[in-house]
């Protein structure tokens, strides 16, 4: 039973584009929410969070939205570059465990 | 300032024998938690130290356990290999903030397991 889902297995965006990257979870315990990118052979790096009592959270380009109510954040990324292309996982936390969704392959093309 | 590491990178075992993984932390981290990645999954929490104690666990059976040293190092050990085992093997760590704020874990870049 999945708590987490990330129902786009891939994205493709061009270059200086708005990436929006979706996420639907169904645990209403989860209080804290994470955004991981990941690049090929190396482990998930943290992007940005944001904590069930707030509704959006910005850092620099990143801007992850949560609404509440329906169980659902997601993370915009303006403008997209070609860097910016990575694995894309979402993880609402439980106490002290991640739960993460399979993930999003953003590809950015220039 | 260094990352958190993993070692091995990649390691070969066969059905019924035994692993041990193992992590150092972020400096400056205390707590280490573990996560299992099959192939076009996301990783699952297996379990998590604090202390030198484990204080949550996830769905994973008994042949999963680990240790964390007074260095906040710690390992992992898989017994009785299975080959649904194969895996990537994910550390991560993170520091206790006492005044209850939530702190990122951060990873290492994970061990390869494959059981033949």
């Known amino acids: 039973d999945q708590q987490v889902k990330q129902n786009s297995p891939s994205l493709s965006v061009q270059e200086g584009r708005i990436s929006i990257l979706n996420c639907d979870y169904t645990n209403s315990m989860f209080d804290y929410f994470l955004w991981y990118k990941k690049y090929p052979a190396e482990g998930p790096t943290f992007l940005i969070s944001?904590?069930?009592?707030?509704d959006k959270n910005e850092d620099g380009r990143f801007t992850v939205f949560l609404n509440k109510s329906a169980k659902h954040l997601s993370l915009h990324i303006v403008p997209s570059q070609p860097g910016d292309s990575a694995v894309y996982f979402c993880?609402?936390?439980?106490?002290?465990?991640?739960?993460f969704g399979k993930g999003t392959s953003l590809l950015v093309t220039p | 300032d260094a990352g958190v590491t993993q070692s091995p990178t990649h390691l070969i075992k066969t059905r019924g024998q035994q692993v041990t993984l193992r992590c150092s932390p972020k400096?400056?981290?205390?707590?280490v938690s573990w996560y299992q990645q099959a192939l076009g999954q996301g990783p699952q929490f297996i379990f998590q130290?604090?202390?030198?104690?484990?204080?949550q666990r996830g769905n994973f059976p008994d042949r999963f356990s680990g240790h964390q040293f007074p260095n906040y190092s710690s390992e992992l050990n898989v017994n009785a290999l299975l080959l649904g085992d194969s895996a990537l093997y994910l550390c991560a760590s993170s520091l206790l903030d006492r005044s209850g704020s939530n702190q990122p874990q951060h990873f290492g870049d994970g061990t390869r397991l494959s059981i033949l």
């Open positions: 993880a609402p936390q439980s106490g002290y465990a991640l739960n």
């Open positions: 130290y604090y202390e030198e104690e484990e204080r």
């Open positions: 400096s400056g981290h205390d707590t």
């Open positions: 944001i904590s069930s009592i707030k």
